[in-house]
């Protein structure tokens, strides 16, 4: 044990007990562990802690990191890799996983199982689609890489494919790049090459539920649009809702924002149709409360990892 997976485990009681309070499902929020500008070795250090807390129990167990900056984290996911590799040496795992060209790892994996192009997940798992696979053997699974922060349309490209679920599409134009990135990627895989058909790329709308001008997200008046246009896109799949509220000045002061966002949801599910089961919100500050009005998945950084460090890429 070390002081970053005490404050880990303390995390996830927390965490667990607010699921309890709130009346949920154990199990039924999921965290992310918001690792941007911090190192490979930490990040590396809390999926072999986790591996060895879930020892070998469902999806829900798997570690999962939230990064913001494109440049970090690509070298970053490559880092961990290199670094959980001999866990896996003579069985399936990181080393063993070889995408083919134009595919990334998660693709590959993603293909493999028929559950990720159902549009299904299981009903014990907080996360829909390829966050319920085991990337590598039951022992020793992967880590999940999540997207959380502001995308810009020239990275659509990086992005597609190598994260699991992007939470930031915030606009159509947007949209339409991750659209042409996915079909980019779709075109280089023959069909059936993997058993399945090419997955859509799991996103979350996020919405400016505070209408701050400094501040992404589509306003919420807007989103009914979004997700009209995002639905006739192949390469994309909805999968739920994303806010950052408005910073909080005293205790309590976010959740009327986490309550319009799951207004917003019920409302958008009702007119727009398709199931939207992930509400990604609440942070260090404020995730208990946003587990008591019915987040999903909620995104933690400084109180498992420390003070945060300056960006790394």
């Known amino acids: 044990m070390s002081e970053l997976t005490d404050r880990f485990d303390a995390l996830r009681e927390r965490l667990e007990r607010a699921v309890l309070r709130a009346g949920r499902a154990p199990g039924s929020v999921a965290l992310a562990a918001v690792s941007k500008t911090y190192g490979a070795a930490a990040v590396a250090e809390l ?17 999962i990191f939230g990064e913001s900056y494109m440049q970090e984290a690509t070298a970053k996911m490559a880092q961990v890799a290199e670094l959980l590799a001999h866990d896996n ?32 997940s299981p009903e014990t798992s907080p996360l829909p689609g390829p966050h319920c696979i085991r990337r590598s053997s039951e022992a020793h699974p992967l880590p999940g890489w999540h997207f959380i922060g502001g995308l810009q349309r020239r990275k659509a490209g990086d992005a597609v494919g190598r994260f699991e679920l992007i939470h930031s ?22 069909s059936g090459a993997y058993g399945t058909e090419f997955a859509p790329q799991d996103v979350l709308v996020q919405v400016n539920v505070g209408r701050e001008t400094q501040k992404s997200g589509v306003d919420p008046d807007e989103l009914e649009n979004l997700l009209n246009a995002v639905a006739a896109m192949r390469g994309l799949r909805v999968r739920g809702l994303m806010c950052v509220p408005p910073a909080a000045q005293e205790s309590g002061a976010s959740r009327p924002w986490f309550i319009l966002l799951r207004r917003l949801r019920d409302e958008m ?29 909620v995104r933690v950084g400084s109180l498992i990892f420390g003070p945060r460090q300056r960006p790394g890429g």
Do not use: I
């Open 89 to 120: 040496a003579g069985g399936a795992g990181e080393a063993a996983c070889s995408p083919p060209p134009g595919m990334r790892a998660p693709d590959l994996e993603r293909r493999r199982c028929p559950a990720a192009g159902s549009g299904r």
């Open 169 to 190: 599409l915030d606009s159509l134009k947007l949209a339409v790049a991750l659209q042409k990135a996915w079909e980019k990627q779709a075109a280089a895989v023959p």
């Open 269 to 297: 599910e009702k007119r727009c149709g398709p199931a939207l089961p992930v509400l990604s919100m609440g942070m260090s500050d404020d995730f208990e409360e946003a587990v008591e009005e019915g987040a999903t998945l």
């Open 47 to 63: 999926v072999r802690h986790q591996r060895a807390r879930s020892s070998g129990a469902l999806c829900g167990e798997r570690a």
